[in-house]
């Protein structure tokens, strides 16, 4: 059964399980999608993309943050974190939420 994970958008990197992705945010949907991400499990979808485009992934891998740091510089809220790639997955379906945040349906293990 396919299981829905949050993505994150505008990250282009092939994140491979066991290595550690360095992050800084800033655009405020990104924002608000981790502060969700850290109420839930931590966990957050990295596609891999042939050619730039999201919709066009065929797998990803998942990401657990495990440090995690709010700071508000110049009136604007960044979100600094370090996350750990898990596990490779393999994209079944994406679709945009209201706000704009990405949702990808994915099976574990079949990537």
Known sequence: D????????????MLIPGQTLPLQLFRPQEVSMVRNVIQRDRTFAVLAYSNGREVDAQFGTTAEIYAYREEHEFGI????LKAVGRQRFKVMEIRTQADGIKQAKMQIGRA
């Open 77 to 80: 809220d960044t979100v600094k």
């Open 2 to 13: 396919a299981l829905p994970i949050s993505v994150l958008p505008h990250v282009m990197v």
